[in-house]
């Protein structure tokens, strides 16, 4: 069975610090994907990062960097710096080897005071 | 690249009544998938389209829902007969499969369907 778990419900942090969002995955696959989304409160789903099963080098995209750890099936992203407009709700999710189902976890909302 | 496509944004109906929504894909997508987002929950995958073909939809919810994608372009979702526990955030997303791997899914804005 495949699983994502977002530990974090709720995250606040003041404008300007350092955040990670947790993600642990499960699955029998030995290849795959994971991604991370961005919802914002307007409703709809950003695409942040795709990263699949083989390549387990740290990316990173401005403020944003993702550390993925196949030894213990985590998949985290750290805002650097955050600021207001990343207050959103942050979604981590696994597409199987077939590439058409992904599963999502719940989701961590952050909330970052000015 | 004008985005997935989804319509109406917000439908209000009442328990019993059929809804359909529409989605239209990003043109050049080959793949479309549907999804339902309760609150406070991430997407659950419903069913998915290869081109006209549906290829999975042993996750919609029951046979009161059912999907098409007549020409492999805009895809529909029905409910027919609503219960209140279909008041939910309905999401299609679609994707270009192509020997690249697994591109990412692009999301369309939702449909919120409340069933009063």
């Known amino acids: 069975a495949q699983k994502v778990t977002q530990a974090q419900t709720e995250i606040s942090v003041v404008e300007k610090e350092d955040v990670t969002l947790d993600c642990v995955y499960e699955?029998?696959?030995?290849?795959?994907?994971l991604f991370w989304y961005k919802q914002p409160p307007s409703g709809e789903l950003v695409f942040l990062i795709r990263?699949?099963?083989?390549?387990?080098q740290n990316e990173i995209s401005g403020r944003y960097s993702w550390n993925f750890q196949k030894s213990t099936s985590s998949f985290n992203f750290t805002i650097t710096a955050s600021q207001v407009v990343d207050s959103a709700v942050y979604f981590c999710?696994?597409?199987?080897?077939?590439?058409?189902?992904?599963?999502f976890g719940a989701g961590t909302r952050l909330f970052v005071k000015a | 690249d004008t985005g997935v496509s989804q319509n109406p944004r917000h439908k209000i109906t009442k328990r019993g009544q059929n809804v359909t929504f529409r989605c239209d894909p990003i043109?050049?997508?080959?793949?479309l998938y549907w999804y339902r987002q309760t609150l406070g929950q991430g997407p659950e995958f419903l069913t998915y389209?290869?081109?006209?073909?549906?290829?999975?939809k042993s996750r919609l919810l029951s046979d009161r829902f059912s999907a098409e994608r007549p020409k492999g372009s805009f895809s529909t979702l029905e409910i027919q007969r609503t219960e209140q526990g279909d008041s939910a955030m309905y999401l299609c997303?679609?994707?270009?499969?192509?020997?690249?791997?697994?591109?990412?899914?692009?999301f369309g804005d939702g449909t919120r369907l409340s069933i009063l």
């Open positions: 043109s050049e997508h080959n793949r």
């Open positions: 990263r699949n099963s083989f390549d387990e």
């Open positions: 389209f290869q081109n006209e073909a549906q290829l999975e």
């Open positions: 699955t029998r696959d030995t290849t795959y994907y």
């Open positions: 997303a679609s994707s270009l499969v192509t020997g690249q791997g697994r591109q990412p899914q692009h």
């Open positions: 999710a696994l597409t199987n080897t077939g590439g058409f189902k992904t599963i």
